[in-house]
C-alpha cells in the first residue's frame, strides 16, 4: 500500500490550498482516512478525517468551518480544501488510512489508528 499526498505549496495569509491524497494497493472507500499536519519542533496533530464506510466527517477544533475532507471514491482519493488559511496552518500534512477493522469515533483522532501513511506535503502560509 502506499500512499501519495500532494497540493501543498506557499499561500498567503486567507488563501486557500487543495491538498489530494491517492492510494495503491488500498481503497479509500474500504477506509477511513485522515489528515493530520506536524509543524516544526512539534508533534503531529489531527487535522481531519472521515469514517469508514460512513460519510461521517471529524476535524480539530483549529480547523473547523475552514477545512473540508472530502472522499472521491470514483477516482479512489481523498481531499482536504483548505480556507482562510492561517500563519499557523503551516506545517507537513499527511494522509493516513486505517486498517481493518471499524474504529470508534475517537480513535480518528489518533495517529496510531492508522496503518498507512503518505509522505508529507509542506503548506507554508506566509505573507
Known sequence: VQLQASGGG?????GSLRLSCSASGLTFSANGVGWFRQAPGK????VAA????TSSTYYAASVKGRFTISKDNANNRVYLQMNALRPEDTAVYYCAATGRGNPIMSSY???STYSYWGQGTQVTVSS
Not at 43 to 46: A, L, V
Not at 50 to 53: F, L, T
Request: net charge positive; glycine share 12%.
Open 10 to 14: 506557499l499561500v498567503q495569509p486567507g
Open 43 to 46: 508533534e503531529r496533530e489531527f
Open 50 to 53: 472521515v469514517r469508514k464506510g
Open 109 to 111: 483522532f489518533q495517529t
